[in-house]
């Protein structure tokens, strides 16, 4: 997002705190001044992570500072994971299987990479999954292997980093 | 110290080779394969036994009889080394020889896997009211001396999960796929070629033989009480060289890895989608393992995962650790005591 704000010291630390009081991760802050400038406002971006919903709230805050809000950039989901499938995958309803994952709104299949070597022949798939955050993956992972078991096909999930 | 060697298979040939030819101060008393033993308290010539072994198939022959549990119930050791063939649903016949050892008080060294997963309780209690010494280093990763580590090396440290590739046969497989664009049947074909597998691939490739040791790692580093049907297993049996390409696509791979987070009450073996860096990622029969510990961090152990004289580099460091903890030798590695 854009902010406009008063360029007076502790502003930016000020607009910086309800952001961790929503849960959210600040990946980068953007802050150019005009040397030139006699401006008394000073243009911020901040791009971030933030659990889904709670964007409304953080915007209440920060208007309550008296911050201008210029911009808000597109919401984009942040965790990215790929899985691969194998199995029968075709014959079991791929778009079923994609659909289950879609339909949960927090969680969406970004790509679909499919290889069929011959048509009686197991399939193997690379599934891309996107969601806002780490908690969502882990749910919509669960879902994917709760309809792999009862398709019988097999996923194997990359190993997470240990954290 | 008296060693008495049960199995001459490729470990127990191993290790009667470096007993033979290294001067550990380990003396080799008695010695028995399925077929017959032999005792000698005034130590066997190991070269003999090998010539024993092509000539007719026992590496024993001594006249009457000698079968290895009347070695077991002899006098003629101090340490029980107990390499014969891993049975998983019975742990016999070495059950019943470390039993009966640890009864009499005698230490005992193996490589055995069996024994260790299916009765780790009852032998480390029995041990314990025996006061002797019940040492598996080489049931786990062959020349990796995890088991050493994870009890002496980390004392002190929080264990929070244990990962790692712990079984050359599917690891070389899936090097083999993905190298060459094997199919699966092709890669284990090559392996088996290779003697890098079983002619039945069962116990390997459906991971049971990677949850075995992942059982024997939870057991000794938490205590716990876990047995084969505690851990979820899949196997590599199913992967495709399409699946493989479709990871290589994205810079990872595929490895079988086995997986022990107990806060998570999980233990899993399955194959996985590892980045190229990761330190997990070995190429061929190689095992690696990774511990995360509290003060000590993340730690990458990377070796042999077996093999004659890798496994046999296991025993002998629990060997000579017996001996350096309970016949009074001073403590450190016998060449740097030289002056």
Redesign the interface.
């Known amino acids: 997002m854009k902010l406009e704000m008063k360029d007076t010291p502790g502003q930016l630390v000020r607009v910086l705190e309800p952001i961790s009081v929503c849960g959210g991760n600040i990946i980068a802050v953007i802050h150019q001044r005009d040397p030139e400038s006699e401006s008394e406002k000073l243009d911020v971006q901040i791009v971030l992570d933030l659990p889904a919903g709670r964007l409304p709230a953080l915007i209440d805050q920060i208007k309550a500072l008296g911050v201008d809000i210029l911009r808000i950039g597109k919401e984009r989901l942040l965790h990215k994971r790929?899985?691969?499938m194998?199995?029968h995958i075709m014959h079991t309803d791929i778009s079923d299987t994609v659909d289950q994952i879609d339909r949960t709104g927090f969680a969406e299949v970004s790509e679909l990479?499919l290889?069929m070597?011959a048509i009686s022949e197991?399939?193997?798939?690379?599934v891309t999954i996107k969601t806002a955050n780490r908690t969502d993956m882990e749910s919509a992972v669960a879902i994917l292997r709760e309809v792999a078991g009862r398709k019988e096909l097999?996923v194997?999930?990359?190993?997470e980093e240990?954290a | 110290m008296r060693v008495a060697l049960l199995g001459f298979g490729s470990v127990g040939q191993g290790v009667a080779r470096m007993l033979g030819e290294k001067d550990l101060g380990l003396t080799l008393t008695a010695l028995a394969d399925s077929k017959g033993g032999i005792i000698d308290p005034d130590g066997i010539s190991v070269p003999e036994a090998f010539s024993r072994k092509e000539k007719s198939g026992s590496c024993g022959g001594q006249r009457p009889k000698v079968s290895a549990l009347d070695i077991v119930n002899s006098d003629a050791y101090d340490v029980l080394v107990e390499v014969t063939p891993t049975n998983i649903e019975t742990g016999e016949p070495a059950l019943t020889h470390i039993r009966k050892a640890l009864g009499l008080r005698r230490h005992v060294v193996t490589s055995n896997k069996g024994p260790i997963a299916l009765a780790y309780r009852e032998l480390t209690r029995l041990a314990g009211e025996k006061g002797v010494a019940l040492r598996y280093e080489a049931t786990v990763a062959g020349a990796i001396p995890i088991i050493h580590t994870l009890r002496h090396g980390l004392l002190g440290n929080t264990v929070?999960?244990l990962?790692g590739v712990m079984n050359g046969t599917c690891n070389y497989i899936l090097t083999r796929m993905e190298d060459e664009g094997l199919s699966y049947d092709q890669a284990l074909g090559e392996a088996q070629e290779m003697g890098y597998a079983e002619k039945d691939p069962t116990y390997d490739v459906k991971g049971l033989d990677t949850a075995l040791k992942l059982v024997i790692l939870a057991n000794t580093v938490w205590g716990m009480d876990a047995g084969l049907a505690d851990v979820q297993v899949?196997g590599i049996d199913?992967?495709?060289?399409?699946?493989i390409?479709?990871?290589m696509?994205?810079e990872?791979a595929?490895r079988l890895?086995g997986?022990a987070i107990p806060s998570r009450d999980l233990l899993r073996v399955?194959?996985?989608?590892?980045p190229r860096n990761?330190p997990?990622l070995v190429e061929g029969t190689l095992n690696a393992l990774?511990v995360?510990a509290d003060m000590a961090g993340?730690l990458t152990f990377i070796g042999k995962g077996a093999g004659s004289i890798e496994t046999a580099s296991a025993v002998i460091g629990d060997l000579l650790y017996i001996r350096e903890r309970y016949a009074g030798i001073p403590e450190g590695r016998p060449d740097a005591r030289r002056p």
Not at chain 1, 122 to 126: C, E, F, G, M, N
């Open positions: 790929s899985l691969i194998i199995g990479s290889k070597p197991r399939s193997s798939a690379r097999l194997v999930e990359p190993l240990w | 929070a999960a990962f899949t199913l992967i495709t060289p399409e699946a390409q479709l990871a696509e994205e990872t595929i890895i997986e399955s194959p996985r989608i590892i990761h997990l990774t995360v993340e």
